[in-house]
């Protein structure tokens, strides 16, 4: 057994590390609350932009398409992913950028070979899990976590579109986690170009409507909003995402050190009794000695 000395020193630092992983747990649940109001305002705009998009292509001929959803063989690929740029949050980082690795051995193999495959890391802890596994990184967005704002990311995202738009890449994907609660993040990968139209749920339905201006004309106003909304919510839920599993970590951080604690209290109590027994038997002992 470990003596009194060593016990207390190791009970001064879990209670030292308990009261750090307490306040990370504080902070994460407000900066959680107020990402989770941000993810939920932005989601029914988003989906409901989508909707009208897709009721409006339903109806356009193939020579109407706009740029943006043109398909193309996927020669060269750009994958963006979205972590965090601080650590501390389980494995919030390692999951997310093993799925981007994978996607990438699965599907993109043969571009991958050819070097025809390229990442955009949005958050330090992902480009440095990638270099971990040996993939090389283009290039990355750091600095926008800085300061979160639809300003910001749309900048991002237009420079995705005009890259698209010359045929830098042929397809761009986002591989994200997906803010569902605090305990759960949903690994997500989402074509951001060519935008994806689904035309068969609105086959059905009369479309027959008068458009000021043109469906064209909309369809071409639309699209580049989309992608722009489509961007700000993938980052806001991972942004959201990030707290909730910061918070998670930390609370169960905390509830270990509590449980050390303990432990860590009850061996002391017991390495303190076994030194008074000790101590009583010694003078037991040398009082035995001087009377024989």
Known sequence: MAGLKEIRIRIASVKTTRQVTSAMKIVSAAKLKKAQDAIYQIRPYANKLHNILTAI???????????????????????VLVSSNKGLCGGFNINISKIAAKRVRDKYSKQHESGNVQFLCIGKQGMKQLKYQGIKVADQKNEIFNGLSFENISEIALDLMRKFEEGIFDRIEIVYNQFKNAAVQIQTTEQFLPVEIEKNEFENVNTNFIYEPSKEYIIQELIPRILKIQFYKA??????????????????????????????????????????TREILEIVNGSEALRG
């Not at 990030?242 to 905390?254: D, F, Q, S, V």
């Open 57 to 79: 292509s339903s109806s356009l001929e193939n020579s109407e398409e706009s740029v943006y959803t043109q398909q193309r063989e996927p020669q060269k690929v750009l994958i």
């Open 235 to 276: 980052i806001l839920d991972s942004h959201a995402a990030e707290h909730g599993a910061r918070l998670t970590a930390m609370h169960n951080a905390t509830d270990n050190a509590t449980e050390l604690l303990n432990f860590l209290t009850l061996q002391y109590n017991k390495a303190r009794q076994a030194s008074i």
